[in-house]
């Protein structure tokens, strides 16, 4: 046994090495992993064969749906559904496509070589549980718990549904076999037949007696006939469908308790009457029993590897199981049970001679048994009959180990072949090839056009037979194109169609068979009957009965008349249906002159009333219609014929011997006047073309007659229409003419009112013009007085605003100049601070300074007492002169601002409203830059600090130096010293006459005595006291500078302010 993963691979051969079945029948076991590890499987679910036999669909829980071809040694991944399939089909009219029924309860119908979605049907609110395609593949039906849908398959519409109670639930719908018969299955055990077409109920099985078997499962044989039942128990029901009785029930064996799926096993030989049944119970075992003896045959599974369902081979050679375990395991039949489904075995016959001479009578005896079994016979008759026996079988051997020589024996006693195994034996006596490929090519061509209206010339009943008739007579027509010009053909066929209409593939190698041998030289005088043929009948019967052909000869009877009806509807229609099938159980195991002896032996056995006739009429109608013959005593008078004819007068000295169909392609098949069939065609395309001409020119004549009948009509109406309208023009103008007199007198009545009402409409809107005058010069007048009194009102209000606001400045601005003073006096002291800062820097450096030189300290100390009476000084007169200057200043620039304030007084006016509105601005923008100034000043002390910290660490390094250099700079200070004095000198002298020439200063008088009255002592202290009074100057201006700049800033705000709010007030008003 083989076991395969097909794991993700989308195709790929079943199995590697070559196929042998083990000791339990398996072939091969599928498997499905999702990993490398096989640590998970995926499980199939369903499985299903097609009509051949050699390929199954099986679908798993993800979907997948993988199609396995057991001849070819291949699978292959068809469709991904994406959910769990619940049933499959695979039998439809159309090979590639097959039916899935997924878990969200939807049908859908895929083709597995395209791969695409042919059609999705929705219905069922439930899960699809089974589904049954008719023999036909036309139609299917859908089944689940609660309906079943009836859906025709080339429209993919839904054509009927069963609807049942809740409480009534539905088992199984399902077609029978070859049949238009529905089957449909209760939850309570009742069973019901209905018509396809009309859906009208046939008949009901009775439901038995005793306690209830709980149907769950059914299966059905191949021919229709037999009805397995079973459920919740270990009994089975077989039920008889055309007799609607109950024919047996079998007792499983004590371990099984309930039965989960039944089954026929089919076989090719049995004509469809399956004999095996398999019985899936509740332990996972299937159990195979002949349903005649009851008698368990074998049985696949077992308690470890259970199974879940199976599916049989149409063919009976194969069955795939659904395990437990999800795997698939195809068995062989012919391992499991070898005498299944092997053709019947031979009847053997000993035949005995008393003596070999000719005139020596020959006595048969026939028995039945197995090939197998010996016959005791003595030594040396053994050893000839071992040799003839093995040269017969040489020469007469048959398909399928038949012997030709024994069948014709078995044929001689019996007279006919056993029903059961008719079908097989013609099959193996004609050699038929089975060529599908070429079938197939030939019916897809489609219907023959010299058999599209087939059922107007012979109208059929059944439907299915006339189908079936059109099908294989089209095929026969594209095979050779003498067979579309055959007006006999249809007659000819139509009993093997009858016969063989559920295998069309059989049929037609059975018609071919019976043209291209039993029907040699029929058609070398086409159109007309095959007259060699018919002379050959006719030298038979004179050679056998004179009398009857004088007659006939009398009678004005010719061959075509007794013998060519016979021949062109091959007895069908003289004979019943049994007798002509005796009739042609002999023909195909004798040669094809055979046919033409019967119908000889036909007029021979009937010569008795047709020696009665002498009319024409009479004689037609006796070969057309049924007689009471017996065909035992006509098929001993045709093997007479065979034996006694001569040879010259024989038919078989014409007609060759039997020729099988070739495999592969069928043989070409020219024997007729090939110019007389393309005649006849093209003839026949010909008047086939005039008549579509004719049909064409009569439907352009038809609606040039219909256009002018309508033109005419239209024209009646149009005339019709117009006196209408004329009519209705005239009335409609006396109408107009009334109307127009009427309209005029209301208009003359209206225009008088109109006259009246404008006048009084004047009168009221000259009142009502002068009182409104009236009113509006009044309105005008206290509008005035009103303009006049706001008026003086603003203008009081401006005054009290003005002076108000004057005074609001004038406080502002003292306020401003207060703290603009306090902010001076502020830096004053800081700069003082500092400077005090610097001066204590200073006097720390010159300490240290004293204590590494005395001597030149000494100098140092001398200087700086001189210079510090001499700076205070200085620095007073600079402090009393910087505030004259200030005062000066100051007084200078409020008499400007007070002569700019009379001068713009006027236009100040309309300003002055908004002046107390910036007051606020002005102030925060002041106390802003003053803290902006403020901030300046600290950053310079910040820096100043910086500077001096950096100075202290250049003096410790210049101190090192200092000491070298203290005696050349004691000779420099000397030297320097004098020059000093004099500078000081001439200073002091200019800054006396700068004081003497002040009016206003009281302290220069001061500073003069004082500078008279003590004199400059040295030269340093001058330099001393003009270095700092130098830089309080530099200060004072840089900050008089930032004093100007600040007011500018100032007024130029509050001119941007004056302009602003104007424009701000304007665009209020309007």
């Not at 030709?404 to 072949?417: C, H, I, M, V």
């Amino acid at each position: 046994m083989q076991v395969i993963d097909i794991g993700s691979r989308e195709d790929g051969k079943i199995w590697h090495r070559k196929l042998v079945s083990s000791k339990h029948g398996v072939l091969v076991t599928v498997i499905r992993s999702t990993s490398a590890r096989q640590t998970k499987t995926v499980r199939f679910l369903q499985v299903v064969f097609d009509t051949t036999g050699e390929s199954f669909l099986a679908g798993d829980h993800h979907g997948n749906i993988y199609v396995f071809d057991i001849s070819r040694n291949r699978f292959k991944l068809v469709q991904k559904t994406g959910q769990a399939c619940t049933a499959l089909a695979f039998n439809l009219r159309r090979s590639s496509e097959f039916l899935v029924a997924l878990a969200d309860y939807s049908l859908k119908c895929f083709d597995k070589d395209t791969r695409q979605l042919v059609s999705w049907m929705r219905g069922h609110e439930g899960a699809i549980s089974s589904l049954s395609v008719h023999s036909s593949g036309r139609f299917a039906i859908s089944t689940s718990s609660d309906t079943a849908q009836l859906w025709n398959l080339d429209t993919f519409q839904r054509k009927r549904k069963l609807n049942v109670r809740q409480s009534v639930g539905i088992q199984k719908v399902f077609f029978i076999p070859h049949s238009s018969i529905i089957l449909s299955c209760f939850s309570d055990d009742s069973i019901f037949a209905w018509e396809s077409d009309t859906l009208f109920c046939k008949y009901q099985l009775p439901v038995p007696d005793g306690t209830r078997i709980h149907y769950r499962t059914f299966a059905i044989t191949k021919d229709g006939k037999t009805l397995a039942a079973a459920g919740r128990s270990s009994l089975l029901h077989l039920w008889c469908l055309e007799s609607q009785q109950l024919l047996r029930v079998i007792q499983m064996p004590p371990k099984v308790k309930t039965v989960r799926h039944v089954d026929f096993l089919p076989d090719s030989f049995d004509g469809g009457s399956n004999q095996i049944l398999g019985v899936l119970s509740q332990d996972g075992i299937m159990r195979f029993l002949c349903i005649h003896t009851c008698k368990q045959l074998f049985e696949i599974g077992s308690l470890e590897d259970a199974i879940t369902s199976t599916t049989f081979c149409p063919k009976g050679h194969h069955i795939v199981a659904v395990m437990d375990s999800g795997a698939l395991k195809v068995y062989d039949v012919r391992s499991l049970a070898p005498d299944i489904s092997k053709p019947p075995q031979p009847l053997l016959k000993l035949v005995t001679k008393s003596n070999i001479s000719e005139g020596s009578s020959v006595k048969v005896k026939v028995h039945t048994g197995a090939g197998q079994h010996p016959i005791k016979t003595s030594g040396r008759r053994n050893q000839s009959m071992a040799a003839i026996s093995a040269l017969d079988d040489k020469e007469n051997g048959l398909p399928n180990g038949l012997n030709k020589k024994r069948l014709q024996a078995l044929l001689r006693a019996f007279g006919e072949y056993p029903a059961k195994y008719r079908m097989f034996i013609w099959r193996s006596l004609l050699h038929l090839p089975e060529n599908h490929a070429a079938f197939s090519s030939l019916t897809d061509k489609g219907l023959h056009s010299a058999y599209l209206c087939l059922q107007e010339r012979y109208p059929i009943k059944s439907q299915k037979l006339q189908r079936g008739l059109q099908r294989v007579l089209s095929a026969l027509a594209h095979w050779a194109a003498i067979f579309g010009e055959t007006d006999y053909l249809p007659l000819l066929a139509f009993p093997f169609v009858k016969l063989f209409q559920n295998n069309p593939l059989i049929c037609f190698e059975v018609v071919s068979s019976v043209i291209v041998n039993w029907c040699q030289h029929w058609f070398e005088y086409f159109p007309n009957p095959p007259l060699n043929v018919l002379s050959l009948a006719e030298n038979v019967l004179a050679h056998h009965d004179k009398e009857l052909l004088q007659h006939f000869v009398t009678c004005g009877v010719t061959s075509q008349m007794y013998a060519w009806p016979l021949l062109e509807t091959l007895f069908s229609e003289v004979l019943m249906r049994e007798e002509w099938l005796k009739l042609f159980d002999n023909v195909f195991s004798n040669h094809p002159s055979f046919l033409l002896m019967a119908v000889v032996a036909y007029v021979i056995c009937c010569r008795a009333p047709l020696l009665l006739c002498t009319d024409k009429k009479d004689f037609e109608y006796f070969f057309h219609h049924r007689n009471s013959l017996d065909i035992v005593a006509m098929l001993k008078e045709t093997y007479r014929l065979m034996e006694s004819t001569p040879a010259d007068v024989h038919p078989s000295s014409v007609l060759s011997d039997f020729q099988p169909l070739t495999h592969g392609q069928y043989p070409i098949f020219n024997k007729y006047p090939t110019f007389i069939v393309e005649y006849q065609s093209q003839e026949r395309e010909r008047i086939r073309q005039q008549e579509v001409e004719y049909l064409r020119e009569r439907q352009e004549v038809q609606e040039l007659h219909a256009e002018a009948v309508r033109q005419q009509a239209e024209f009646e109406a149009w005339y019709k229409q117009q006196e209408l309208l004329l009519q209705g023009e005239e009335q409609r103008r006396r109408i107009l003419q009334e109307e127009e007199n009427k309209l005029a007198q209301q208009r003359a009545r209206l225009a008088a009112m109109k006259r009246e009402l404008k006048v009084k409409e004047h009168n009221l809107i000259d009142s009502t013009r002068r009182r409104f005058l009236k009113h509006q010069q009044d309105q005008r007048t206290i509008q005035l007085q009103r303009l006049d009194d706001e008026i003086q009102r603003k203008m009081a209000l401006r005054d009290q605003e003005t002076v108000a606001a004057v005074h609001d400045i004038e406080v502002r601005q003292m306020e401003l100049n207060a703290q603009k003073q306090l902010f001076e006096q502020e830096m004053v002291m800081e700069q003082e601070r500092v400077s005090q800062e610097v001066r204590a820097e200073l006097e720390t450096r010159r300490r240290k300074a004293e204590m590494e030189d005395s001597t030149f300290q000494s100098l140092i100390q001398t200087d700086a007492d001189l210079n510090q009476t001499n700076k205070n000084i200085l620095e007073e007169s600079l402090a009393e002169a910087g505030q004259i200057k200030v005062d000066v200043a100051w007084q200078a620039e409020m008499i400007k601002r007070f002569d700019r304030a009379e001068e713009k007084q006027e236009k100040q006016k309309e300003q002055l409203v908004n002046l107390s509105k910036q007051t606020r601005a002005k102030e925060e923008d002041v106390v802003r830059l003053m803290q902006e100034v403020e901030g300046k000043q600290w950053d310079d002390v910040v820096a100043k600090r910086a500077e001096l910290e950096e100075e202290r660490l250049v003096a410790a390094a210049v101190n090192a130096q200092r000491r070298s250099l203290i005696f050349q700079e004691t000779e420099e200070a000397k030297q320097h010293y004098n020059k000093l004095q004099k500078d000081l000198v001439d200073s002091l002298y200019h800054q006396k006459e700068k004081r003497l020439r002040s009016p206003r200063s009281s302290r220069g008088l001061l500073h003069t005595t004082t500078m008279n009255y003590h004199p400059v002592s040295n030269d340093s202290s001058c330099f001393s006291l003009d270095r700092g009074r130098g830089e309080l100057d530099c200060k004072e201006r840089e900050l008089m500078q930032e004093i100007r700049e600040l007011r500018k800033k100032l007024a130029n705000r509050a001119r941007a302010t004056d302009f602003t709010s104007p424009s701000n007030s304007s665009i209020q008003s309007h």
